[in-house]
């Protein structure tokens, strides 16, 4: 691998505008990649995973220019390719190819599979019918098929035949970069390592760069030399593959490495569950994007809590910014929350619940314990439920969320180079660095 | 670098990678040599049609007097005499006189070739799948053979025949084979007795009350719905592909307003949108022909747009645009192909109507009573219904059945090209 | 969804201003015949061609300003003032009322029939697919829509009524307007109701048996009948009720043109004295405020149609977002 850079991309933003009315107000945006940066470099695979819904499919047409970019520059060897006009981007897209997900999608159903892959040679211009069909037949004999193939049409194929041919179409006009969006998703398990190998081996014979993109994690790590981890639009950690396996700097990619399903249950460690939805891309969270999920937020200054009591309490704290808490379930579902004592019987045979039953209940609902290690906390916890529960849902809510603040809420992080070697973006290498840097203060 | 390549054409230049770029974007691409003969036919054709249209055509006149400041003044332009009237083509016993209308539809006729029947010989493996499908439907083969037959007879036999002409000594003969008795008024060529007049095989169809002869009107009649079909189908196809692809494409306002116009031609009912323009403009076939093409492409217009909106969510549309094709090229080679289907189908159910419109209004008496068309004839056939039943009957039967044809077609190219059911 | 129908409404309203506009626009353009013949009128018994054409102008109004005439007409037609009738010496709005009832006496149970019987045969060759009865009906179908309506009214007076004598070669507008429900005006109605209601039967029945397809082959329909659901009950509960949203739009919109259009041919051929026929004769005798009259009659029920058609479509089909349209 040389050491120049191939691709190089940075602050690339692309905003979708939410528009209302017939004059297409816009009234919100929804911020599918909102500032990445990475780099490729000739013969490298670089991975993006993440959760469907992150932004990754949206890098990859943005940094083509298939849709065009909110913000930020895509250096391709040097040159900045948002500023090209469209002869020069005309002959960008022939050094940088892409591959899509759907194979029966992404193929004309009226054109043969020799047509298709001759498209980009004649777009190109290379007229002769007889020069294009020669290339193809050869090509397709080396992506695996029959140069028979070549006037059979896009039904005749099955699915892994049918990307081995866009592999084939991506390859034709010899680019040098390809971008494979889930290339190997669409299809079943056992094909997967056919079209991932042959991926391999085509990439080694013409030193091609790669950006492979995928939400599987098992794929990720047969293929790519460096692995992106994106969560809501931003990239959270870049490192190489096998590191970033072994020792992952970011908790949202150890709560992704947690969820491979391992078959073999000895090796089945502890799985980290999320809580909570992904929150939508037209309106992060503030702050660290993760924080509203992150088991290892960090705690406010002045009080301490056990992490996994810090983590339910923090889950309390948001379900109560969004309104006033369901008690009807609490009820239902936690009644013996706080003991027999505080269940009384009614007249019409229905059972009540006292409000420190109330307040169990609710407790038992967030995986809160009855008693807070930390007195202080638990004095303001106290407060705010009983608040809640009787009926005063605003200084509840506004009590926790004065004093809970976490300052992975008021500071975004940025990706930093960690201890370990790699970058990553989350406060708490911030603070292990800042303590190593500054030892005297606490 | 050339010599290089012509000895490894065997070898070497069939790899995707010994392609050199450089040398390709630096020469210029070699149109193939299809296209060439396509552009030269109709440049042929361009050509010829204006030399007539100088010499014979409707603005011929208004040019003359504009140039020379005067009527019945003569004058050349390129050495072509302006406004002659003499006939197009005037070779001894060859003499054509082409009308606009058979310009027209020469130049239908020639779309079609080029755009239709040259494709579907070029891809064999896919005309013989769709041929394939076609062919389960019996009453759709059936069809298509008598409507080759009726465009063959047509467009080729009136070329040779005279118009049918009056001739009072052969008035109102029955068919050949039936006899009528004589109180029906009419001369009568063959008598076999008094009473009971005969047909014979000179007008084997019979003749109406003038005398002229039904196998000839039919066969005329076959002429203009032929071209009245073709040629105003072909221009519905056209405008309306292009109305729906750009509405579909550059989406927006342009989008908006197109098919807000589309709905109000819509909401005016075909039928009485021709009634009043041919009541207002009172028209020749030709002009016939215009209203119907100018106006009668609204709700193909629609089907173009609905599929190319599909169509451009297709992955292959941006497949094709990460390949580094212009929006022009994936409209062409993308879009139109894809869209043809659901546009040969609307079409072909579409002719009918037009046939149909045609000969409705000529049976009112609203288009051109020169014109020997099938409606003409029919209505000229009610006044005597009960003596002679044959003169509205029969053109009726070759409409009907022509109409018939084109449903059972167009039902079958449905279920053959736009196969949604599994 | 109150704003849904208001605005759709509105555009309704907008569609019949510039069809009006449009109609003002053509006319503008096409030279007007009685202008050549009374020049040629004036030429022959020596008065002045010039003349003439001013006094012809002033009495009509044709040399105020493009304007004023416009709005004119407008209003006009807003009002409800469509003109004078040159060769029935009424207004033409009551010319066109007065031929109405014929219109429908012949109209009326067309639709009828060729709805219910048209549906109905569909639903059932839906259920029955590829059944003789299904072959059959299809076949019918192709017939109906095929065969030209104005040809076939012909056919069918040719057969039964020179030749068989079973039905009236000439329609009695007497017996129309004193015995309206009787058994011989039925006898002369007979004929055209059949022509009318063969072509709408052939469209009903076909878009009945395609739309109804489309749910017998759906998913639930089998889940229904795994259920063990079977017969009427089904049918009604699982097939009707769907199909029932694209059938009703079909019933006003694109069979409402082609019905009006064959109710003229048919009045023209019987001998009707319904609108259909009234524009025919103005047509003839180039009466051209009763054409434009008759024409906007069918114009404007398809204007009404559609617009009954869209709200109905969005109020039967709850998957509908009454949101961008």
């Known amino acids: 691998m040389s050491a120049r850079t191939l691709l190089e991309v940075k602050g690339l933003k692309k905003h979708y505008p939410i528009t209302q009315g017939v004059l297409k107000k816009e009234v919100g945006r929804v911020r599918a990649v909102d500032g990445v940066d990475f780099s490729v470099s000739p013969g490298e695979t ?61 193929f004309d159903p009226r054109m043969s599979i020799g047509e298709s892959v001759g498209e980009p040679l004649l777009i190109h211009g290379i007229s002769d019918r007889n020069r294009r069909r020669e290339i193809v037949k050869d090509l397709l004999e080396r992506v695996g098929l029959s140069a028979d193939d070549i006037d059979r049409y896009p039904h005749e194929f099955s699915g892994g035949q049918k990307q081995r041919v866009a592999l084939a179409r991506a390859l034709v006009v010899n680019p040098e970069l390809i971008v494979a969006d889930e290339p190997v998703s669409a299809l079943d398990v056992s094909i997967q390592a056919d079209i ?72 089945r460690g502890e799985s980290i569950t999320l809580s909570g939805d992904v929150p939508s891309p037209s309106n992060p969270p503030a702050g660290c994007r993760f924080h509203t999920r992150c088991p290892d937020v960090i705690p406010p200054e002045g009080y301490e809590f056990e992490q996994r009591h810090w983590r339910s309490v923090q889950d309390l704290r948001q379900r109560m910014r969004k309104g006033p808490l369901d008690l009807e379930t609490v009820r239902t579902a936690h009644s013996d929350a706080a003991g027999d004592g505080h269940v009384q019987t009614a007249e019409d045979g229905q059972s009540v619940l006292d409000d420190e039953g109330l307040k169990a209940g609710i407790r038992e609902e967030f995986d809160i314990p009855q008693r807070l290690s930390d007195d202080e906390a638990e004095d303001v916890l106290d407060r705010a439920l009983t608040a809640e529960v009787s009926d005063d849902h605003e200084s509840g809510r506004d009590l926790l969320d004065e004093e809970f603040q976490t300052p992975c809420e008021q500071t975004a992080p940025e990706l930093r180079e960690t201890s370990a070697g790699w970058e990553a973006a989350c406060l708490l290498h911030d603070e292990q660095r800042q303590r190593v840097e500054q030892p005297a203060d606490d | ?140 083969v059936i069809s298509m053979v008598y409507l080759v037959v009726i465009f063959l007879v047509g467009t080729i036999v009136p070329l040779f025949i005279s118009v049918p002409t009056s001739n009072f000594q052969a008035q109102l003969l029955p068919p050949v084979f039936t006899t009528v008795s004589t109180a029906a008024g009419g001369d009568c060529l063959v008598q076999v007795t008094d009473s009971v007049c005969r047909g014979t095989m000179a007008h084997p169809l019979g003749t109406t009350r003038d005398g002229r002869d039904i196998l000839k009107l039919v066969i005329f009649g076959m002429r203009v719905s032929m071209q009245i079909g073709l040629i105003a189908t072909l221009m519905n196809i056209v405008i309306a592909t292009a109305i729906g692809a750009s509405a579909a ?93 659901s546009i040969i189908t609307a079409a072909t159910l579409a002719i009918p109507g037009l046939i149909l419109a045609e000969a409705a209004f000529a049976f009112l008496g609203l288009s051109d009573p020169t014109i020997p068309s099938w409606g003409t004839t029919i209505s000229a056939g009610r006044n005597y219904l009960g003596t002679a039943w044959w003169v509205a009957t029969i053109p009726g039967l070759f409409l009907f059945f022509t109409i018939l044809a084109f449903n059972f077609i167009g039902d079958a190219l449905r279920d053959a090209l736009d196969p949604r059911q599994e | ?179 309206t429900f009787s058994l011989a005006n039925l006898r002369q109605l007979f004929l055209p109701i059949v022509v009318l209601s063969t072509g709408a039967i052939a469209g009903n029945m076909r878009y009945a048996r395609a739309e109804a397809l489309e749910y017998v082959r759906a998913e639930f329909v089998k889940t229904a009948r795994a259920k063990g659901a079977t017969g009427w009950r089904m049918l009604s ?17 694109d069979l409402l043109g082609l019905l009006l259009a064959s109710s003229l041919l ?31 009659i069918p114009v404007f029920i398809s204007v009404v149609g559609n617009l009954l058609q869209d709200i109905a479509y969005t109020v039967l089909d709850p998957r509908i977002s009454y949101g961008d349209r």
Not at chain 1, 63 to 88: H, M, N, Q, S
Not at chain 2, 261 to 281: E, G, M, N, R
Not at chain 3, 268 to 290: C, H, K, M
């Open chain 3, 1 to 179: 969804m109150r704003w849904y129908v208001i605005r759709r409404v509105a555009w309704a309203a907008v569609v019949a201003f510039v069809i009006l506009t449009i109609t003002f626009l053509f006319l503008e353009i096409t030279p007007d015949q009685q202008v050549a013949q009374l020049q040629f009128q004036a030429a022959q018994s020596g008065g002045d061609p010039e003349a003439a054409l001013d006094a012809y102008e002033q009495r009509r109004g044709l040399n105020q300003p493009l304007w004023d005439r416009y709005t004119e007409y407008v209003t006009n037609y807003v009002q409800g003032n469509w003109g004078w009738s040159d060769t029935r010496s009424e207004p033409v709005l009551d010319a066109i009322v007065a031929s109405l009832p014929y219109s429908i006496m012949y109209s009326a149970p067309s639709i009828v029939i060729s709805t219910v019987v048209g549906m109905g045969i569909g639903l059932y060759s839906a259920l029955n697919q590829y059944t003789k009865t299904d072959y059959a009906a299809t076949f019918v179908a192709f017939f109906g829509i095929s065969i030209p309506n104005f040809w076939f009214g012909i056919m069918l007076l040719l057969i039964f009524g020179e030749t068989l004598g079973w039905f009236p070669i000439i329609f009695q507008t007497s017996i129309a307007d004193t015995q």
């Open chain 1, 46 to 106: 670089l991975g993006i995973v993440g959760e469907s819904g992150c932004g990754k499919s949206t890098v990859a047409t943005s940094l083509l220019r298939l849709e065009e970019p909110t913000a930020g520059d895509v250096l391709f060897e040097g040159e900045d390719i948002t500023t090209y006009d469209k002869a020069e981007l005309k002959r960008f897209r022939r050094r940088a190819q892409m591959i899509f997900q759907d194979p029966t999608a992404s």
């Open chain 3, 266 to 296: 048919v009045e023209v051929v019987f001998g009707i004295p319904g609108v259909g026929r009234l524009s025919y004769d103005a047509i003839i005798n180039q009466d051209t405020d009763l054409v434009l009259g008759t024409v906007f």
């Open chain 1, 196 to 267: 991932l190998s042959l991926m391999n081996d085509i990439q080694a014979e013409f030193d091609l760069a790669m950006l492979f993109i995928s939400h599987n994690l098992g794929v990720i790590r047969e293929v790519c030399d460096r692995v992106a981890v994106m969560y809501l639009g931003e990239i959270v950690e870049i490192a190489p593959t096998e590191e970033l396996f072994s020792n992952p700097q970011h908790p949202y990619t150890r709560a992704l490495l947690g969820s491979i399903p391992q078959p073999d249950p000895r090796q």
């Open chain 2, 1 to 140: 670098m050339m010599a290089a390549d012509t000895d490894n054409t065997r070898r070497g230049s069939s790899r995707f990678e010994d392609i050199d770029w450089n040398e390709v974007e630096q020469r210029s691409g070699s149109r193939p040599l299809l296209t060439t003969i396509k552009l030269g036919s109709f440049a042929l054709f361009g050509l010829l049609a204006l030399y007539d249209a100088i010499r014979n055509g409707p603005f011929a006149e208004w040019l003359l007097e504009y140039i020379s400041g005067g009527p019945q003044a003569e004058y050349t332009v390129l050495g072509i005499e302006v406004a002659t009237g003499a006939p197009t083509f005037d070779f001894g016993s060859f003499v054509w006189d082409v009308t606009g209308v058979d310009w027209l539809f020469v130049a239908t006729l020639m779309v079609m070739f080029w755009y239709a029947v040259v494709p579907l010989a070029r891809n064999p493996r896919m005309t013989r799948y769709y041929w394939r499908q076609f062919r389960k439907n019996r009453a759709a």
């Open chain 2, 249 to 341: 494409y550059m989406g927006g306002w342009v989008d908006e307003l197109l098919m807000r116009y589309v709905d109000i031609q819509l909401t005016f009912p075909q039928f009485f949108l021709f009634l009043l323009l041919s009541y207002l403009f009172e028209p020749s076939l030709f002009l016939l022909i215009m209203i119907f093409g100018l106006f009668g492409w609204g709700g193909i217009s629609r089907i173009v747009r609905s599929e190319a909106l599909q169509r451009t969510e297709e992955e292959y549309f941006k497949a094709a645009q990460s390949a580094g094709a212009s929006p022009l090229y994936v409209v062409r080679r993308h879009v139109v192909p894809n869209v043809s289907n």
């Open chain 3, 237 to 253: 509960r699982h097939i009707l009720r769907p199909t029932l949203v694209p059938l009703s739009t079909l019933l006003v919109g």
